[in-house]
């Protein structure tokens, strides 16, 4: 049976996004990257929630992005090889490959991916995530934790489901970035 993993770059108070929506100081130097490049590189299925999704299109469509770092290029192929699921009830059109839409979280379809699927799925934004969570399908978490307090903003993880995590595996970087690798269950 494939994982299901939850991925997000927080602050150290647990945002993903600051209260202007701003995430300029989530990005990834290369040595972050390039780990979140071997990391992403064995999974089959990203399940995206809309706004995510639209962050992360440019990384088919922006041509300017693959020229910035050996690092983001990789990303970009590793992205564009990958199946994504957009779950949004808004969207008309969707501007990459292998893309297609779901119009309702279904948590049993999504558990019947995990039982038939031979690669990992991700899952995200946190909206979509939290679903995921009070379902008890989220099996893992990939957490990075970049060096600052925003007070406010985006929550990366649902204020309202309690998991215990066992942790797996922790790495720091030379940005100040800490990697926290998680395995959940219920308490
Ligand atoms: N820290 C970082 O590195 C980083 C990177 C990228 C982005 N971000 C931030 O993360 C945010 C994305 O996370 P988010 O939590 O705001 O949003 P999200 O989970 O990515 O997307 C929420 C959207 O997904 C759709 N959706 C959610 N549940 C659904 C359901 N049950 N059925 C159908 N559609 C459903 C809806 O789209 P519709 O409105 O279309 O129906 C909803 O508005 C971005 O806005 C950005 O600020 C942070």
Redesign the pocket.
């Known amino acids: 049976m494939a994982r299901l993993i939850y991925s997000?770059?927080?602050s150290l108070d647990g945002y993903?996004?600051d209260q202007d929506?701003n995430?300029d100081w989530?990005a990834p130097d290369e040595e972050v990257h390039a780990f979140i490049n071997d990391l992403d590189r064995p999974l089959g299925t990203y399940l995206?929630?809309?706004?995510?999704?639209e962050?992360?299109v440019g990384w088919e469509i922006d041509p300017t992005l693959v020229e910035q770092s050996p690092q983001m290029e990789d990303f970009a192929r590793i992205w564009q090889s990958a199946d994504k699921i957009v779950?949004?009830?808004?969207?008309e059109v969707i501007s990459t490959a292998r893309t297609r839409i779901?119009?309702?979280?279904d948590p049993e379809a999504v558990r019947q991916m995990k039982d038939l699927a031979e690669r990992d799925l991700i899952v995200?934004?946190?909206?979509?995530?939290a679903?995921a969570f009070e379902v008890d399908l989220v099996d893992e978490c990939h957490l990075f934790v970049a060096p600052i307090v925003v007070g406010g903003g985006?929550r990366s993880l649902p204020e309202d489901v309690r998991l215990k995590l066992e942790l797996l595996d922790e790495r720091r970087f030379s940005s100040g970035m800490v990697y926290l690798y998680y395995r959940t269950s219920r308490m």
């Open positions: 997000a770059i927080s993903v996004a929506g995430f989530a995206y929630g809309r706004r995510l999704y962050t992360m779950y949004s009830r808004t969207l779901e119009r309702a979280f995200g934004g946190p909206e979509l995530a679903q985006k």
